[in-house]
């Protein structure tokens, strides 16, 4: 059964989409101070926006059609719905979207319709509400299209539309947290079973970017039977799947048993993975312990403190190498923003391994000096002992989190023979996940 109180509020918000924050948030305790006015059981949690953990995937209302016009002049279409509301269509977008069988290969659900067929200067000859409420377009070649009124409605071009429909598709918003985070836990039996406690578990990940999974078995193998559940492994030239320990002659300095600082996996690839499995296999008897900073949360506290500072790491793309031999041998060597943002500004993602940053700095002179300044002041930040979370795994635990914007490290440990430290890791990309998790809001959903 479901351990985090986090976890276990999300399902009701499938169901009701009435009284939200209040009964998805009712069970949450446990939790620190805060400076912002947030509800109780997200105290702990630094909250971009007022939501809860399944915001994006709530059944919408039936939304009806009052009446339906032709802006000629304009070349769109007006459609003004019954709650007082209007939306508006252009001519091109609705011709290029006609969703009859020519125009759309239904069992794909992919467009058929060539560009090279498209007039992009369409008028309309007719445009009505049918008896079913759903809007129907004569063209000027007398091709007819008709549009579902909820269909519609998902694809407003309003800005609040646009935005709400890109939260239901990509799941952006996040929970920013610090050194009081519960960290959000699950069972293994049950998420690989359970639609819905997989579901849970993947929205946590999305929102709060670590999951912890308890009881499975201590061996190997357990991580791939887990991303099977979502879809299949990320090969890299690690393997499918690694084991960490205490190797000689290691060619990663996780394979040691020294103290591994704050990074994300793999800078060194262009595309770096975006989710990461770890299973503890057996624990050392001292130290060993893990730790984790919300890299997102620890970008807006380096945004706010010192802008010169973020804006050099945004902008600066400095070199990251690794080079040995595993699954097969390897000689990588990529270019990264130690922060990527996107075109609004927002942390999309963070690249930073100090083990793999190369001694080869493609940056003039003067920017040298600046770049060091700047990424110390990220790492401070990191390390304070308010950012960060510190846990220790034991056998059969496995964790899950965003490699993409957490940075994970470990304290050093004591190996000895007949207690080796062994943990089994993955990797996946967030567009599989993200599909699954799609998949499996669509299936709870229609179950519900």
């Known amino acids: ?51 809860t953990l399944e915001s994006a995937s709530l059944p ?20 003004e719905w019954e709650d007082g509301g209007h939306s508006l269509y252009p001519f091109t977008w609705l011709r290029d979207n006609c969703q009859c069988p020519l125009c759309t290969l239904q069992s794909a659900q992919a467009r058929a319709l060539l560009l090279t067929d498209l007039d992009i200067h369409t008028g309309v000859d007719v445009v009505e509400v049918t008896n079913d409420n759903k809007v129907s377009i004569v063209w000027p070649d007398q091709h007819i299209s008709v549009f579902d009124a909820e269909w519609l409605k998902k694809r407003c071009f309003s800005p609040a539309a646009r935005q709400a429909m890109q939260e239901e598709l990509f799941l952006n918003r996040r929970y920013y947290w610090d050194s009081t985070l519960r960290i959000p836990s699950a069972d ?20 709060v970017g670590m999951v912890y999974l308890k009881g499975a078995p ?35 300095v996780a394979y040691t048993s020294g103290k591994l600082s704050l990074h994300t996996d793999y800078p060194a690839l262009h595309f770096a993975p975006g989710v990461q499995f770890l299973h503890c296999i057996n624990q050392a008897k ?20 010192d802008p010169e500072a973020f804006q050099t790491l945004t902008s600066l793309r400095v070199d990251f190498t690794d080079t040995g031999t595993d699954y097969c ?6 270019k990264n923003c130690i922060i990527d943002v996107d075109a609004d500004g927002q942390v999309v993602k963070i690249n930073y391994n100090n083990a793999t940053r190369d001694s080869v700095l493609d940056l003039p002179v003067h920017q ?29 635990d496995i964790v899950t989190f965003d490699n993409w ?22 990797y996946l990309d967030w567009d599989e996940v993200m599909s699954r998790l799609r998949i499996l809001r669509k299936a709870v959903h229609e179950d519900l």
Request: proline share 4%; hydrophobic share 40%.
């Open 188 to 207: 293994f039996d049950e998420v690989l079973r359970d639609d819905k406690a997989a579901l849970t578990w993947l929205l946590a990940l999305r929102r």
């Open 60 to 79: 919408a209302s039936r939304h009806l059609v009052r009446h339906v016009r032709a802006l000629d002049d304009d070349r769109q279409m007006e459609v």
């Open 218 to 252: 201590a061996e190997q193998g357990q991580v791939a039977r887990l991303a099977e559940r979502i879809g299949y492994l990320r090969l890299t030239f690690y393997g499918h799947t690694w084991q960490v320990q205490d190797k000689p002659m290691a060619n990663n």
């Open 405 to 426: 914007r957490l940075l994970h490290g470990r304290k050093s440990y004591i190996s000895r023979l007949e207690r080796l430290r062994h943990l089994e890791g993955c």
């Open 329 to 334: 041998d390897f000689m990588l060597q990529s």
């Open 368 to 396: 040298v000096q600046p770049f060091y300044r700047a990424l110390k002041a990220y790492v401070d930040i990191m390390n304070r002992p308010e950012n960060v979370v510190t846990y220790r795994m034991e056998p059969g």
């Open 1 to 51: 059964m479901w351990m985090s109180t986090v976890a276990r509020s999300a399902l009701p918000a499938l169901q009701r989409s009435t009284s939200l924050t209040r009964q998805a948030l009712r069970a949450c305790r446990r939790l620190g101070p805060t400076a912002a006015p947030l509800p109780p059981c997200l105290i702990s949690l630094h909250l971009r926006g007022r939501h």
């Open 286 to 305: 001292e130290g060993g312990e893990s730790e984790v900073v919300d890299g997102f949360h620890m970008a807006e506290q380096l945004q706010r403190e």
